[in-house]
């Protein structure tokens, strides 16, 4: 691995079914970030960790939920997926500390709910 | 609330210099990232500004006025792989990015 990486690349999933998309990291970073990009919108911050084993809630973080039991993995989980999650989904992730600290992200998550 | 405004779309020619503009309100600041975003790709760290001034990188610069909320993005020697959306984000007083919804720059032969 080399950055982050993220699965699946693209998912269609039918509304009210459960869905975990994937992000991993291997370069040691304590935060990480979930967003979704939506056209004509900027990033919006769905949830972030600060550092293994914490997590908060961003802008949008109603439907979602995440996980960070280690360092490396920051899973994001719809319960029950609608329509209005669809969207590309990003992951980064950034050091902390001294430093400007800039977020590295994945490849991105293309979500479809029908 | 907060706002970070950019226009939404710019052209430019081939070999020429364009400036992208950045205008923001928000609560804190920690520091304003330019990153750029081809089509269908995650976006990419160009610069980071947390002083006032002039921060250069090769052909791109960027510059920030604190005092009035107020940051572009210069590109020089413009080339085709430029065509791209720039994304001016800004670190907020809680340590997070809060993104505009990028420019999409378009240059033609």
């Known amino acids: 691995i080399a950055g982050i990486t993220q699965a699946p690349t693209s998912q269609i999933l039918a509304a009210g079914r459960r869905m975990t998309l994937r992000c991993t990291q291997d370069m040691r970073h304590n935060a990480m970030y979930w967003y979704r990009q939506d056209l004509g919108l900027g990033l919006r911050l769905i949830h972030y960790s600060n550092t293994a084993g914490t997590t908060g809630k961003g802008e949008v973080p109603d439907g979602y939920s995440v996980s960070r039991a280690n360092t490396d993995d920051f899973p994001l989980t719809l319960a029950s997926a609608v329509p209005s999650q669809t969207s590309v989904y990003f992951c980064?992730?950034?050091?902390?500390?001294?430093?400007?600290?800039?977020?590295?992200f994945g490849p991105g998550t293309r979500l479809t709910v029908l | 609330g907060q706002n970070i405004d950019q226009p939404t779309e710019m052209t430019a020619t081939e070999g020429a210099i364009v400036q992208i503009n950045c205008t923001y309100q928000t609560s804190g600041f920690n520091g304003l990232f330019w990153y750029q975003q081809h089509a269908g790709e995650a976006p990419t760290f160009l610069s980071y500004?947390?002083l006032d001034g002039l921060e250069e990188k090769g052909r791109f610069s960027s510059f920030l006025s604190r005092s009035k909320g107020y940051s572009y993005l210069l590109l020089k020697e413009l080339q085709m792989k430029d065509s791209a959306s720039y994304l001016c984000?800004?670190?907020?007083?809680?340590?997070?990015?809060?993104w505009g919804a990028g420019t999409k720059l378009i240059i033609k032969p």
């Open positions: 500004n947390v």
């Open positions: 984000a800004v670190r907020d007083s809680n340590y997070q990015l809060i």
């Open positions: 980064a992730s950034s050091s902390s500390g001294e430093g400007h600290n800039e977020q590295f």
